[in-house]
């Protein structure tokens, strides 16, 4: 395997900053120091570059079966968006159909993920509890190195989580020292306010986000704490869009309550003026929880930066306006939530966070990608920048300018969220496992090449 230096870095981690050099060999890092002089198969010259540990993005949806159709990145497509980003690893998601064992859903996820360019890993959703889950939990966490365990309190009429259940998946998962992370929006009154909206008509794209109000995240937010609270168990809530739920979190933590918050840029950049854009174009945005009005956003960056809340992911799930989203033209009910995201976090919280003061260089390292790490189970492998580590780095020009849009984008989809938006700063070379898989804007990726990681107890509960 290709041996490679780098030289002259200001290398940035969680907690430190420093110019030195990097040697790479077998895919690891073996030194990093001023000066080194090893000879290697490839130098590259990083001066007046940053060097951050590869991003970690720990909520992506790639070819997510959705309303009978797929989400439009696969695991090859959508992890090489990432590397030409700088995200040098995800976490997907197993979901079980109901009745379906979870290490059968297991199996099927990783035959579709062994094309995956970079190393990936799974969440396990758990949509249910019969006399079989607590055991094929346990295999998880134990086989298969799937410490973490996803509940839906939305989506009721498919895969989201009754109370009993999730009372039962809470307290295996804290026998099983797992950490169980909850998407929160009450499931019950969702499909209420949607009624309400399409018996007088009021099917546009726009009423998705009417339907889905910051008051039933808030109100999903505290149930999911309150039980997670009842059973005395550690929890991660996904997704968290509005001052509501941050106040909820914000809360319990200062009750003494092991409550982790993840973000994402959509929530913390765009406003629901989104969904006035005319015709079916708002239908893009359409994903849930919903894009929030104005004032929320300053919430998420004030707990980002105050670390309530400790991660950014992007809940990557692109699907086609034309062909996929247009399935819900006559009822947003039928519009595939999600959107694409998973190349542009970096830039947009470089520009948007760091360069607007609202993150310090270090913060922005550690919420997209240590701390994912660090909850999720992956650290020191990945994470962070130190000897021994996977050699997953990104070598980031500051100074590059750039304009999101989906005709650059290397993520299938004909629509960006983010479309327009100026950026600043963006990788040179992205090393994965030792090798540099984006090389001043070429993509060298090899289908297959990414890694299943078994993971274990995430190490700062
Ligand atoms: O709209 C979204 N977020 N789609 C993906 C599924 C989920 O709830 O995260
Ligand atoms: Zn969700
Ligand atoms: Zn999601």
């Known amino acids: 395997m290709e041996s490679l230096l780098i030289k002259n870095g200001d290398i940035v981690t969680a907690i430190d900053q420093l110019n030195a050099d990097i040697y790479i060999e077998n895919g690891l890092i073996q030194a990093i120091g001023k000066d080194l002089d090893f000879s290697a198969d490839r130098q590259i010259d990083a001066q007046g570059h940053y060097v951050f540990p590869g991003a970690i993005d720990a909520h992506v949806h790639l070819e997510l079966p959705v309303m009978d159709t797929v989400s439009a990145d696969d695991f090859e497509t959508g992890t090489a968006a990432g590397i030409a980003g700088g995200t040098t690893s995800i976490i997907d998601f197993v979901t079980p159909n109901r009745g379906q064992s979870l290490l059968g859903a297991l199996h099927e996820r990783k035959d579709a993920a062994r094309k995956a360019v970079s190393d990936y890993a799974f969440h396990m959703a758990v949509i249910g509890f019969d006399p079989h889950t607590a055991q094929e939990m346990e295999q998880c966490v134990i086989n298969e190195g799937i410490p973490s365990f996803k509940t839906f309190l939305a989506y009721k009429e498919t895969i989201g989580i009754e109370d009993q259940a999730l009372i039962e998946v809470m307290k295996t998962a804290k026998k099983l020292g797992a950490l169980v992370t909850s998407h929160c929006e009450n499931g019950d009154l969702i499909p209420e306010l949607q009624k309400q909206l399409i018996d007088v008509g009021k099917t546009d794209p726009q009423y998705h986000a009417q339907s889905r109000p910051s008051f039933i995240e808030e109100e999903g937010t505290h149930k999911a704490i309150t039980f997670a609270r009842t059973v005395g168990v550690p929890l991660y809530i996904v997704h968290v869009t509005c001052r509501e739920a941050v106040e909820t979190i914000i809360k319990a933590r200062a009750a003494g309550q092991t409550v982790f918050g993840e973000t994402c840029p959509q929530y913390l950049l765009l406003d629901d003026s989104v969904y006035d854009k005319p015709g079916f174009q708002s239908a893009a945005y359409v994903m849930s929880p919903p894009i929030r009005p104005k004032g929320h956003q300053k919430s998420l960056w004030e707990a980002l930066k105050a670390g309530q809340i400790q991660t950014v992911a992007t809940d990557h799930c692109p699907f086609q ?127 297959g090449a990414g890694r299943y990681i078994h993971r274990n107890p995430g190490s700062s509960l």
């Open 321 to 447: 306006l034309h062909g996929q989203k247009d399935m819900g033209k006559d009822d947003f009910r039928n519009i595939p939530n999600g959107a694409a995201g998973i190349e542009n976090r970096l830039a947009l919280m470089y520009t948007y966070g760091v360069l607007e003061q609202k993150l310090t260089l270090k913060q922005f390292v550690e919420v997209n990608s240590t701390r994912p790490a660090q909850l999720f189970g992956m650290y020191p492998q990945k994470g962070t920048i130190c000897a021994g580590a996977d050699a997953d780095l990104v070598i980031w020009n500051p100074d590059t300018e750039n304009t999101i849009s989906a005709k650059t984008c290397h993520h299938r989809c004909d629509t960006s969220i983010f479309e327009g938006f100026q950026t600043k700063g963006a990788p040179t070379w992205v090393i994965v496992n030792g090798k540099v898989q984006w090389d001043e804007g070429n993509l060298n990726v090899e289908r």
